[in-house]
């Protein structure tokens, strides 16, 4: 009898945490819409909550069948701020070039460098580290990751502007530093 009240019990948690993440999808995704179409017309806000509604259950359905591995860890969140800053900093990187470029009529050059990376295994986590690290150093105007090599452990990042890693590179080359000296011994 008390294996019977189980299986509702945990067949309702399994809903409730679908119904959790699908809610968080398309909030996510609403949101997303709406920084897109920048307009709040109720035509748009129609539109864009059956899309993400749609967007959402295609979502969940994926990670219940274990198709999509993304498990991020919330502590990530705390990296946002220093990502506006960077993204604020390559903007005055970026205002200066095209000072230099237009006004002062100085050669501006892009640079493309490699940075160690630890690529991670074919797991959630290690997928989710490598997403958010191509979106974090891509956001940022003056960068764009060209290439992750699982191989070479590294990351091809092209830059506008020559100058020193950001606070995202510089993590992820001491992380793939450390982790290649763990792996020699």
Same mark, same amino acid.
């Given at each position: 009898m008390e294996a019977q009240h189980r299986r509702p019990n945990r067949a309702r948690t399994a809903q409730a945490r679908s119904l959790a993440l699908w809610l968080a999808w398309w909030a996510v995704l609403f949101v997303l819409w709406?920084?897109?179409?920048?307009?709040?017309?109720w035509e748009e806000l129609v539109v864009g909550s059956a899309a993400a509604a749609v967007s959402a259950t295609? #979502?969940? @359905?994926l990670l219940r069948r274990g198709y999509l591995r993304f498990h991020p860890r919330a502590a990530w969140l705390g990296e946002i701020p220093w990502l506006v800053w960077d993204v604020i900093v390559d903007c005055g990187l970026l205002a200066g070039a095209l000072w230099r470029k237009v006004v002062?009529?100085?050669?501006? *050059?892009?640079?493309?460098?490699? @940075?160690?990376?630890?690529?991670?295994g074919d797991n959630g986590r290690d997928g989710a580290r490598r997403a958010l690290v191509n979106f974090a150093v891509s956001l940022t105007p003056?960068?764009? @990751?060209?290439?992750?090599d699982p *191989? #070479?452990?590294?990351l091809l990042v092209h830059r506008l502007v020559p100058c020193p890693l950001d606070r995202v590179l510089r993590r992820e080359a001491e992380r793939a530093t450390l982790s290649s000296k763990e792996e020699t011994l």
């Open positions: 709406l920084l897109l179409v920048d307009t709040v017309q295609v #979502a969940v @359905v002062l009529r100085q050669p501006v *050059e892009g640079v493309t460098i490699r @940075v160690p990376f630890h690529h991670g003056n960068s764009y @990751v060209v290439d992750i *191989e #070479a452990d590294s």
